[in-house]
């Protein structure tokens, strides 16, 4: 294999969207609209789970935003939040029925529902993912909801855990573009030679691990796997960028402070300090150039 098909096959997903999808980048009207709307399901999470004395946290990109922005970073389009697994455990309890004519909250494992973290989805509304434009569910807008969890001790046993977590979930991924191709990716690859080359690849490994697993299989395993039930002095959150990504000492995400978010008091981690250098580097504070900005896409979103 040459190095041009290296290049392309192992560029992320997120890459070739804001690269070749420029078309569907949200406008800055659509942005703002967006904005509310997610702005409104969080107050909605943070007021359920202020009643029902469950700890939350403003995660990720929505953190940096709290941090940086006191609000949503300019460009962003979504909102994480994060629990620890016994958090979460109250919070699935009663959300769904609290919420019934408003949100529905969808886990992993659920029917037609192929992520490794739930979601908070709201009703009566559209928002269609390109690599999701195959499929016919949940195609809301939604917030994510990453679970914090007890993580195996530095070794080899965590080590092989997180490969095998990391495996299978981009095994779940590429059986999806097998059996659920996207239009939208599809029309584009006719056109345009690197989103061919990137397609046509992930389908074929799709095609190998449909027949040696499928969706499901590769989806319980990491359900399985993002569960350790051993106390250690390390937490992690295997459900985001990868599983190793965000794991850091205990304390960091168990104490916990207020910042703002668009002139809403949201709960942070105290040390968010070191949890944000850890996802974004040390000089996350600075803006990036326009170059080095991740631009979000949508094929269809409607309020």
Same mark, same amino acid.
């Given at each position: 294999?040459?190095?041009?098909?290296?290049?392309?096959?192992?560029?992320?997903?997120?890459?070739?969207?804001?690269?070749?999808?420029?078309?569907?980048?949200?406008?800055?009207?659509?942005?703002?609209?967006?904005?509310?709307?997610?702005?409104?399901?969080?107050?909605?999470?943070?007021?359920?789970?202020?009643?029902?004395?469950?700890?939350?946290?403003?995660?990720?990109?929505?953190?940096?935003?709290?941090?940086?922005?006191?609000?949503?970073?300019?460009?962003?389009?979504?909102?994480?939040?994060?629990?620890?697994?016994?958090?979460?455990?109250?919070?699935?309890?009663?959300?769904?029925?609290?919420?019934?004519?408003?949100? *529905?909250?969808?886990?992993?494992?659920?029917? %037609?529902?192929?992520?490794?973290?739930? #979601? =908070?989805?709201? +009703?009566?509304?559209? @928002?269609?993912?390109?690599?999701?434009?195959?499929?016919?569910?949940?195609?809301?807008?939604?917030?994510?909801?990453?679970?914090?969890?007890?993580?195996?001790?530095?070794?080899?046993?965590?080590?092989?855990?997180?490969?095998?977590?990391?495996?299978?979930?981009?095994?779940?991924?590429?059986?999806?573009?097998?059996?659920?191709?996207?239009?939208?990716?599809?029309?584009?690859?006719?056109?345009?030679?690197?989103?061919?080359?990137?397609?046509?690849?992930?389908?074929? *490994?799709?095609?190998?691990?449909?027949?040696? %697993?499928?969706?499901?299989?590769?989806? #319980? =395993?990491?359900? +399985?796997?993002?569960? @350790?039930?051993?106390?250690?002095?390390?937490?992690?959150?295997?459900?985001?960028?990868?599983?190793?990504?965000?794991?850091?000492?205990?304390?960091?995400?168990?104490?916990?402070?207020?910042?703002?978010?668009?002139?809403?008091?949201?709960?942070?981690?105290?040390?968010?300090?070191?949890?944000?250098?850890?996802?974004?580097?040390?000089?996350?504070?600075?803006?990036?150039?326009?170059?080095?900005?991740?631009?979000?896409?949508?094929?269809?979103?409607?309020?």
């Amino acid at each position: 294999m040459d190095a041009y098909h290296i290049e392309v096959y192992m560029i992320s997903s997120k890459k070739v969207y804001s690269t070749y999808f420029k078309e569907y980048v949200l406008d800055g009207k659509t942005l703002e609209q967006l904005h509310r709307e997610l702005l409104q399901i969080l107050v909605d999470i943070k007021e359920y789970c202020d009643e029902q004395n469950i700890d939350y946290m403003v995660g990720g990109g929505t953190l940096l935003g709290t941090v940086r922005h006191k609000g949503f970073i300019p460009w962003d389009d979504d909102i994480d939040i994060m629990m620890t697994r016994e958090n979460y455990i109250k919070f699935s309890k009663g959300f769904s029925e609290y919420f019934s004519d408003k949100y *529905l909250l969808v886990e992993p494992l659920s029917p %037609g529902y192929y992520c490794k973290m739930p #979601k =908070i989805y709201k +009703k009566n509304t559209t @928002y269609i993912e390109i690599s999701n434009a195959g499929l016919d569910s949940y195609n809301m807008l939604f917030v994510d909801v990453f679970i914090l969890e007890n993580v195996p001790s530095p070794g080899i046993k965590r080590t092989i855990r997180a490969k095998i977590y990391d495996i299978a979930y981009k095994g779940a991924s590429v059986c999806v573009d097998y059996l659920y191709p996207s239009p939208v990716i599809e029309n584009k690859a006719v056109a345009n030679k690197e989103v061919a080359e990137y397609y046509k690849f992930r389908r074929k *490994l799709g095609k190998l691990f449909t027949i040696f %697993g499928g969706i499901k299989f590769y989806l #319980k =395993i990491c359900e +399985k796997l993002a569960k @350790y039930n051993h106390s250690t002095n390390w937490i992690g959150c295997p459900s985001g960028i990868s599983y190793e990504r965000e794991i850091l000492p205990s304390h960091v995400y168990q104490e916990i402070e207020e910042g703002e978010f668009c002139g809403v008091k949201v709960k942070i981690p105290k040390q968010y300090d070191i949890y944000l250098k850890n996802l974004y580097g040390n000089d996350y504070m600075q803006i990036p150039p326009l170059e080095k900005r991740e631009y979000h896409v949508a094929y269809k979103i409607e309020f």
